[in-house]
Antibody, heavy 118, light 107 residues
Framework: EVQLEQSGAQVKKPGESLKISCKTS????????IAWVRQMPGGGLEWMGM????????IFSPSFQGQVTMSADRSLTTAYLQWDSLKASDSAIYFC???????????WGQGTLVTVSS | DIQMTQSPSSLSASVGDRVTITCRTS??????LNWYQQKPGKAPKLLIY???NLQGGVPSRFSGGGSGTAFTLTISSLQPEDSGTYYC?????????FGQGTRIEIK
């Protein structure tokens, strides 16, 4: 059974760093892209980018290039999303999802709520 | 980047109604169009992939159509559990943008 389990909710102050995780199981981690999707409070879904754990190839949406870092640990079958200096506008729910070879996102994590407030 | 225009932004319909949501893209994407359902506080759920293919476990009252730049999601007979927000997404080339969403309310 394919599963994506995300790390728990985080409350941070502006300027702090953060790394959230997406632990996968039930499929070949190195054979599928993992996408990250942001949902701001009361807002829609925004595609941030994706990482291919097989070779760590990363493709960002221009809107998120330079704002976050994506990485993957093949030994832990876990993908990560990281910020060096959080802003209040980073407050959102972040989802990871597996991208099927067809391009759709067929399995999703439960989401990680990030709150950035002074 | 490919722009997505989804309509309507919200609708209210009765149980048993036929409901159609439209998604248009700023350039042709063949059939690289997917549909998701999201309920409050939950992760999105894949309904339709590649324009018209029903994801496993999704009720057959959901169907997708279209190609090129115009696509539809149809619910043939609306059920109470179909309330939520529906999003289209293209997967033609990155960034794989989502539509703005359509909120469905059951009267």
């Amino acid at each position: 059974e394919v599963q994506l389990e995300q790390s728990g909710a985080q409350v941070k102050k502006p300027g702090e760093s953060l790394k959230i995780s997406c632990k996968t199981s039930g499929y070949s981690f190195t054979s599928s892209w993992i996408a990250w999707v942001r949902q701001m409070p009361g807002g829609g879904l925004e595609w941030m980018g994706m990482i291919f754990p097989g070779d760590s190839n990363i493709i960002f949406s221009p809107s998120f290039q330079g704002q976050v870092t994506m990485s993957a640990d093949r030994s832990l079958t876990t993908a990560y999303l990281q910020w060096d200096s959080l802003k209040a506008s980073d407050s959102a729910i972040y989802f990871c999802a597996r991208q099927a070879t067809r391009g759709d996102l067929d399995f999703w994590g439960q989401g990680t709520l990030v709150t950035v407030s002074s | 980047d490919i722009q997505m225009t989804q309509s309507p932004s919200s609708l209210s319909a009765s149980v048993g109604d036929r409901v159609t949501i439209t998604c248009r893209t700023s350039q042709t994407i063949s059939n690289y169009l997917n549909w998701y359902q999201q309920k409050p506080g939950k992760a999105p759920k894949l309904l339709i992939y590649a324009a018209f293919n029903l994801q496993g476990g999704v009720p057959s009252r959901f169907s997708g159509g279209g190609s090129g730049t115009a696509f539809t999601l149809t619910i043939s007979s609306l059920q109470p559990e179909d309330s939520g927000t529906y999003y289209c997404q293209h997967s033609y080339n990155p960034p794989h943008t989502f539509g703005q969403g359509t909120r469905i309310e059951i009267k």
